[in-house]
């Protein structure tokens, strides 16, 4: 069933693992997609045909995030992609998972890589929310992606740890913030997916399955077990839940 047909979503980092997963479940439900991507053009195109072979609705919209102006260039892509589709102006569901990583341990986090997390993980979110209110209709949907890092302590991850800290923050205040408009805020807090992000830790059988024995399921997440959540939360379905950090890690810390 195609529940979010007439819907018009944004997913910022889409084009790859959790985003691209989100994305390809968003358009199945029927929503038009905005694939948003920093660099990597290539993989955006590859995920808008996925999407369009599939019977699908989206486009890719191209820009950096965690520079000056992203939010207002972010949405002048988003806006331009929307005219070629023909669509009414406007937004429905903005989700929010583009980030970066690779914060390391306290005595090695350095002050420029400090700036760039927050730049990417947190500036820019809070941003294209304040830069998306104007088009985002009543009775929308804003989906965070924050991680299990938040809730169970990984010293190799101070900085991005603290970014997703921020974020589940903001999804907090945002919800009671945006309540009369009808709008939810909610987040979801993924355990280790397989991804390009964190392909560096899973080289090896005895790294695959350290990672996997933090799931009470021993194994490790994929896109999908994410996606689904989202789309939960995107749907009409959630429209009593708002405020919320949805932990999607497979029982990680149980």
């Not at 999804?171 to 355990?191: D, E, F, H, Q, S």
């Not at 799931?215 to 994410?226: C, H, K």
Request: net charge neutral.
């Amino acid at each position: 069933m195609r529940i979010l047909t007439g819907k018009t979503a944004l997913v910022t980092g889409g084009s790859r693992g959790i985003g691209r997963g989100i994305a390809e479940r968003l358009a199945r439900d029927g929503a038009l997609v905005g694939v948003h991507y920093g660099s990597g053009e290539a993989a955006a195109l590859e995920t808008v045909a996925a999407i369009r072979a599939n019977g699908g609705r989206a486009f890719p919209v191209g820009c950096e995030l965690g520079v000056p102006g992203d939010a207002g260039t972010l949405y002048g892509a988003f806006d331009a992609g929307m005219r070629d589709e023909d669509a009414e102006p406007g937004l429905d569901i903005l989700v929010n998972n583009a980030a970066v990583s690779g914060s390391g341990r306290v005595d090695d986090i350095a002050p420029d890589n400090f700036d760039r997390l927050m730049a990417v993980n947190v500036k820019a979110p809070l941003f294209l929310v304040q830069q998306g209110l104007k088009r985002l209709r009543d009775g929308g949907r804003i989906i965070n992606v924050s991680s299990v890092v938040v809730k169970h302590a990984f010293p190799e991850s101070v900085t991005y740890a603290m970014t997703k800290g921020a974020l589940e923050t903001m999804t907090l205040t945002l919800a009671k913030g945006l309540g009369a408009r009808g709008i939810t805020v909610n987040a979801v807090a993924p355990g280790f997916v397989a991804t390009d992000m964190n392909m560096r830790r899973r080289q090896t059988a005895e790294a695959r399955s350290a990672l996997a024995a933090h799931s009470v399921f021993n194994r490790v997440g994929r896109p999908a077990d994410i996606a689904d959540v989202v789309a939960f939360l995107a749907s009409d379905d959630s429209r009593w839940i708002t405020g919320q950090c949805i932990d999607v890690s497979g029982g990680t810390g149980l």
